[in-house]
């Protein structure tokens, strides 16, 4: 049995633990807010984008032969871009992103498709370093603080990789906010953008007959070419914010958790203390009462 000054000792430093984890879990917790602040104020100005999109792609029959919107008739190289942390003490955030992500590699390797990889995060960038993957690219230093001029780097890499047709497919793997104890993982195809945000149902379509005819200066094609790099930034954007969300929704749970798991050691840990300091206490009085048998 370990002494009562190694147990005291032991005590102290999950004690001392504990308040470190304490104190994480308080900062996840104020982050989170913040997350999800940001998450609210994008969600609109994302639907927006579409709408436009969709209403500009109605206009015209050839915008479907954009560069972002073409259909590789034979998919040889997909990009999977994996987008985790920079930091760890988060639970499984970071690793199921990566399982997601190695296991995407395998289906699309038995389909005979090629994968390259793309890092986002310095968790990622170690794990693709340590198995010796060769990374198409990769952004570190931002991913619990994104900004938008991140999301537009990100965007713009991957679009140059897709129109330079080094891949036929981008697919973004992360970690969907749902709740602070639920983060899904999520595979989103980034490009070619799915013509599908051109389509409109029946409803809109008899709402758009009776705003009667528009013109458009420049054309249709002119403008969604603008409009599709900024609604893949806006895609790419909104994914590092539910990352972002996810991530501190993550740790905070994990810090709770491991707050939760210190106490239980401490009261462990004090019980045994007892335990101890018991025992040496009948020691000494069997060792008084000895001594005093002897002089008898």
Sequence with gaps: MASVQDLKRRVRSVKNTRKITKAMELV???????????????????????????????????????PLLQQRDEVKTVAVVALTGDRGLAGPFNAQILRRAFALERELRGEGAEVRFVAIGKKG?????????????????????????????????????????????????YNAYESPLVQRVTEQDLLPISEDILQTDEEERRDDALRGDFIFEPEPEEILARLLPVYLETQVYRALLESAASEQGARMTAMRNASKNAGELIDGLTLQMNRARQAEITQEILEVVAGAEALT
């Design 125 to 173: 960038r170690s794990t693709f370093a340590f198995r010796r993957y060769e990374v198409a690219g990769e952004f570190v230093g931002f991913t619990d603080r994104p900004a938008y001029a991140d999301a537009q780097a990100i965007a713009h890499a991957l679009g140059e990789l897709f129109t330079s047709t080094e891949v036929d497919r981008v697919v973004l793997v």
């Design 28 to 66: 996840a917790s104020a982050r989170l807010r913040r997350a999800q602040t940001r998450i609210e104020a994008m969600r609109p100005y994302a639907e927006t984008m579409r709408e436009l999109i969709a209403g500009v792609g109605r206009a015209s029959a050839s915008v479907r032969g954009l």
